[in-house]
Antibody
Framework: EVQLVESGGGLVQPGGSLRLSCAVFEFTFTNYWMHWVRQAPGKGLVWVSRINSDGSSTSYADSVKGRFTISRDNAKNTLYLQMNSLRAEDTAVYYC?????????????WGKGTTVTVSS | QSALTQPASVSGSPGQSITISCTGTSSDVGGYNYVSWYQQHPGNAPKLMIYDVDKRPSGVSNRFSGSKSGNTASLTISGLQAEDEAYYYCSSYTSSSTLYVFGTGTKVTVL
């Protein structure tokens, strides 16, 4: 079964750092661009970042640019999101997601999410 | 890049049809046929329902259909069922630096 499994979430103080991981199963990771999408408590979905299949191209939402870094290890079938200088407004469930279609814009597989809480 | 605009809530009785709108600009919804729709039940991850404006993934009921006119995309649910009660989000590719934008989300209530 195609699966994405996130880990690494938790409670962190403002200004702190976290690294999220997303292990993928049962598909050829190197064929796909990947995304991170977040959802603050009681709020809607917000696109965070995406990376191309070989990791050579990345993009970020303006709200995280310069603070977050997306990367991937194709040998380990794992996607990462390094989050630095965290703010209260970064508190959310973070979903790892597989992109498809033109510009890999739509998401056909989602992980269950990992929760990040930024609070003192 | 602002979120695409959706109505906060839409409701209908079982068996009825409802339509959810998703309004953007010529830089996103109006400029590309790259609109997708997602269903999310509380506590769960989103599920893809429609892509490329009007295409259904395998396994999605044909009661769900998509369309677009100008800068507004729409999701129609026909033969409304209790299990359709959920949040629905549209999404589009955008020419802005953001690249991808979601809608504000719509809560569908089955009366």
């Amino acid at each position: 079964e195609v699966q994405l499994v996130e880990s690494g979430g938790g409670l962190v103080q403002p200004g702190g750092s976290l690294r999220l991981s997303c292990a993928v199963f049962e598909f050829t990771f190197t064929n796909y661009w990947m995304h991170w999408v977040r959802q603050a408590p009681g709020k809607g979905l917000v696109w965070v970042s995406r990376i191309n299949s070989d990791g050579s191209s990345t993009s970020y939402a303006d709200s995280v640019k310069g603070r977050f870094t997306i990367s991937r290890d194709n040998a380990k079938n794992t996607l990462y999101l390094q989050m630095n200088s965290l703010r209260a407004e970064d508190t959310a469930v973070y979903y790892c997601a597989r992109g498809l279609g033109a510009y890999y814009y739509y998401i056909d597989v989602w992980g269950k999410g990992t929760t990040v809480t930024v609070s003192s | 890049q602002s979120a695409l605009t959706q109505p906060a809530s839409v409701s209908g009785s079982p068996g009825q049809s409802i339509t959810i709108s998703c309004t953007g600009t010529s830089s996103d919804v109006g400029g590309y046929n790259y609109v997708s729709w997602y269903q999310q039940h509380p506590g769960n991850a989103p599920k893809l329902m429609i892509y490329d404006v009007d295409k259904r993934p395998s396994g999605v009921s044909n009661r769900f259909s998509g369309s677009k006119s100008g800068n507004t995309a729409s999701l129609t649910i026909s033969g409304l069922q209790a299990e359709d009660e959920a949040y629905y989000y549209c999404s589009s590719y955008t020419s802005s630096s953001t690249l991808y934008v979601f809608g504000t989300g719509t809560k569908v209530t089955v009366l």
